[in-house]
Nanobody
Framework: QLRLVESGGGLVQPGGSLRLSCAAS????????IGWYRQAPGKVREGVSC????????YYTDSVKGRFNISRDYAKNTVYLQMNSLKPEDTGVYYC???????????????????????WGQGTQVTVSS
């Protein structure tokens, strides 16, 4: 059984940066494709970024492209989401998710038609405000 725990959220001013961590336990994370999602108050969950473990391919939704970066530390069994140039509209609870499908990363998977990862973390709050 894979367990995911997010951390690193907080309050940041517009233009600032945060790095979210998704620490895995129970199984090696390199066997899993990863997704990052967020949910703002009163809104549906939105896919932000994903990485498939087969070849390291990454995908970012248009609103975060060029500002966010997903990476892994295999030694720490942890995935990160580096978020730069943060905007108020980036506010929300951020979740990481993992799936044993090594190819599980695409625009469709991040959309409301997908998001069927087997494992989810509990979320970490990110608030971008002055």
């Amino acid at each position: 059984q894979l367990r995911l725990v997010e951390s690193g959220g907080g309050l940041v001013q517009p233009g600032g940066s945060l790095r979210l961590s998704c620490a895995a336990s129970g199984l090696p994370l390199d066997r899993y494709s990863i997704g990052w999602y967020r949910q703002a108050p009163g809104k549906v969950r939105e896919g932000v970024s994903c990485e498939r473990t087969s070849d390291g391919y990454t995908y970012y939704t248009d609103s975060v492209k060029g500002r966010f970066n997903i990476s892994r530390d295999y030694a720490k069994n942890t995935v990160y989401l580096q978020m730069n140039s943060l905007k108020p509209e980036d506010t929300g609870v951020y979740y990481c998710a993992a799936d044993p499908n090594r190819y599980y990363c695409s625009a469709e998977i991040l959309s409301s038609l997908g998001q069927l990862h087997d494992y989810w973390g509990q979320g970490t709050q990110v608030t971008v405000s002055s």
